[in-house]
């Protein structure tokens, strides 16, 4: 049991350098201009869908309630879907992480004129008023985050430079102690919106 509990201490930690690498690889991509890829037609309520299958095991291990209003008649959109991949990934996985047992997670998408918002909603620890201007900030963790939970601090970061690729908006809006909502608002582009660089 002593073995097991080692083994299972060390698959967190790789899982966590992981994550850490990927988001270095990623931010620095960006940077280059070589992380751009040609928009694709696709069906993302599908995309978020699997993303949520991925996390089904966390979320009956911390018995969490998940709930999903993304209709599935949404538009097909000209995305480039590892990246938007990514965005929704990381926003699951942190509502996941940063809400106890028990607690609720909200995903709701809402057809607008030329756009969709999606809002990712938790039940969790929330963010300082003072704090929550730096979340996107590359490296940035709240006090609450550092205290009990794991990270790198890049997530974020990368998040908010995948959306600002696709000429995309998100913020979001928190009260410490009682959960956090992420506002992501992605425009329809065509094709030729999204620049390809050398």
């Not at 992380?35 to 993302?44: A, Q």
């Not at 730096?134 to 963790?141: P, Q, V, W």
Request: proline residues 4%.
């Amino acid at each position: 049991d002593k073995q097991l509990e080692v083994i299972e201490k060390c698959l967190g930690r790789l899982d966590g350098l992981g994550h850490f690498i990927s988001d270095i690889l990623s931010v620095q991509s960006m940077e280059r201009g070589t992380l751009h890829k040609k928009l694709r037609p696709i069906s993302i309520y599908t995309l978020i869908k699997r993303i949520i299958g991925y996390h089904e095991d966390q979320i009956q291990v911390k018995s969490q309630q998940f709930v999903c209003h993304i209709p599935e008649d949404l538009p097909v959109m000209n995305l480039a879907p590892e990246r938007i991949s990514q965005v929704f990934d990381n926003l699951i996985s942190n509502a996941i992480k940063y809400t106890p047992e028990k607690g609720t997670i909200k995903l709701d998408a809402e057809v607008k004129e030329n756009s969709i918002l999606f809002t990712v909603e938790d039940s969790g620890i929330g963010v300082s008023e003072k704090e929550l201007p730096h979340l996107f900030d590359d490296f940035f963790r709240t006090k609450e985050a550092k205290a009990g939970y794991e990270g790198t601090g890049l997530g974020l970061s990368v998040v908010a430079r995948i959306v600002k690729i696709h000429h995309g908006k998100v913020w979001a809006t928190s009260t410490l102690g009682e959960g956090t909502t992420f506002h992501v608002e992605l425009p329809f582009l065509e094709p030729e919106d999204l620049i390809e660089e050398e």
